[in-house]
């Protein structure tokens, strides 16, 4: 069972938003010190929303059901050293039961 679906707990449901711009990385002065520390090009930021509202206790159901969702795992970018490109999260995380 998908995390967002009801018998999972949690039950958080979560979309990828990908117009969602952060002008935060791109500004003049961000741009230089990431290029300084040799993290330009390493980093980047992606907006994902959620149909719940977020309590402190939840935060490991929260987590959980963020890396299980449908809608997560083909969005999700993660930067692999060994290769230095960009990859999405992949299979390996869909087939978690939820716990």
């Known amino acids: 069972m998908a995390a967002g679906e009801p ?54 159901d929260f987590v959980m059901a963020f890396f299980k969702d449908p809608n997560v795992i083909p969005n999700l970018q993660l930067f692999s050293d060994s290769s230095e490109q960009w990859t999405t999260l992949g299979l390996c995380w869909c087939v978690l039961p939820c716990s």
Do not use: N
């Open 7 to 60: 018998g999972c707990p949690g039950g958080f449901y979560f979309r990828f938003l990908p117009q969602r711009t952060f002008s935060s990385l791109s500004s003049r002065e961000i741009t230089s010190r990431l290029r300084q520390w040799s993290m330009l090009g390493r980093i980047q930021a992606q907006a994902f929303s959620f149909d719940q509202a977020f309590q402190p206790y939840q935060k490991d």
